[in-house]
């Protein structure tokens, strides 16, 4: 019997897939099959329309000039990213996915890149890279785990709380102890990894919302996350 779908969204998939970002689609399609829905990938490049049947929308990281050449097709549907955030659509954003959907990114030749301005942080580019493993206190998600290589230093406003502290690593801008941001149920983050095959609360937070969303209901499955628990346990313990 085949199960209820789900559209998975993934922005840019060319230009902004670094550091095995790709993983994060990977994992949600898996865990989906786990849960017994039958998933669908739309992958969203350049002069497409905006994927507007997605139920999860997930964005990677990309160097300052894959940010550049994606910037301007973003910012032709920032309205109706915005309107799917606000609608509750469930998102996934990681590193430079992160910086552009918040007000802007300058990067460290001083370029600017406005942001489609769906959150509320802004970000600059620093000579120096945060570069590291990185450990996470999340009250949501539990210890979240990840890899971070990013040049951006990201200030959070007023109007997104923090992913969670970091218990080790440097996150958002290496002052304030932050990383990430949660705004309704949009996660954004600076973890590679991929972060979600480590992390199935958050993947299946993505899920779960997008099926509720979808169908009315989540139908939990069994996943075995033996090699997942494995993974975080080798991650967590590699120094910084």
């Known amino acids: 019997m085949t199960g209820e779908p789900l559209t998975i969204a993934h922005l840019y998939p060319h230009q902004m897939n670094i550091y095995g970002d790709h993983g994060n689609v990977l994992a949600l399609q898996r865990r989906a099959q786990w849960h017994g829905y039958e998933p669908e990938v739309l992958e969203v490049h350049p002069g497409d329309p905006f994927p507007a049947r997605a139920d999860v929308i997930v964005g990677g990281g990309g160097q300052d000039s894959g940010q550049s050449k994606v910037t301007g097709d973003l910012g032709r549907h920032a309205d109706e990213y915005r309107d799917a955030v606000e609608d509750g ?87 304030d102890g932050t990383e990430g941001v949660r705004y309704r149920n949009v996660i ?38 033996a090699r997942a628990d494995a993974a975080r346990r080798v991650a967590a313990s590699r120094p910084r």
Do not use: W
């Not at 600059?124 to 979240?144: M, Y």
């Not at 992390?199 to 919302?209: M, Q």
């Open 188 to 225: 954004g983050t600076y973890l590679h990894g991929s972060v979600l095959p480590k992390n199935p609360r958050v993947a299946d937070f993505l899920l779960e919302t997008a099926a509720v969303r979808r169908h009315g209901s989540f139908h939990r499955g069994t996943p075995d996350d």
């Open 89 to 175: 659509t469930p998102v996934l954003l990681v590193c430079g996915m992160y910086q552009l959907f918040g007000r802007a990114f300058v990067t460290s030749e001083g370029e600017r890149l406005p942001g489609i301005g769906v959150l509320d942080l802004e970000t600059t580019g620093s000579s120096k890279r945060i570069i590291g493993n990185v450990a996470v206190e999340s009250d949501e998600f539990g210890t979240v785990i990840g890899f971070e290589n990013h040049s951006g230093r990201t200030v959070l406003g007023s109007g997104g709380r923090p992913l969670g502290h970091v218990a080790k690593g440097r996150g958002n801008n290496g002052t």
